[in-house]
């Protein structure tokens, strides 16, 4: 049986855009941090830091002055949790008939709380492959050898659908639309 991995942002959520860049820079009351926040961001992806302490170095790194903490990690949140409908329908159809699928992203903790709480099929029909509960980004050998393990499958068996960048291992198929996750396997 052939397993689909599925990238989160811009397959199963709409990428964060314009409006949520904004709603950080509010909450964060600058614009000139978003080099630092990238260069943060791995570790809070992999979970070796939580949001308060990201924004914290954030704030050490930058001179930022948080005013409220609570206020940047739902900024932030509210743009990774901009769910395409269509495409978790795709997905809930794809499990109703059987199909072996799995989330296996890069996700902050806090995020992946939300999702698990919001997806009914995430971690019970869907595994939740995560590089926050991991302690490794996707990309890294040793995740895709434990997405791998958790389907059951050999990399030949496993695609992983994404718009960003494969995987080592996976044959990537780059995502356009949720009609695609029916074609992929």
Sequence with gaps: MTALLIDYVGVLAHPPGDKARALVEHALGATGFWDDFAQLRPLLLTGEIDERGFFQRLAARTGLSLTDIDEAIAATRAGQLDLDEKAVRAVSSLVDDGRLVALFADLPAGVAEHLRLRLDWLGTQVPAILSCDLGLRVDDPRAVAVALEVCGVAAEEARYVTRGEGVPGL???????????????
């Design 171 to 185: 044959e990537t198929i780059a995502y356009e639309g949720p009609e695609q996750l029916f074609s992929a396997l």
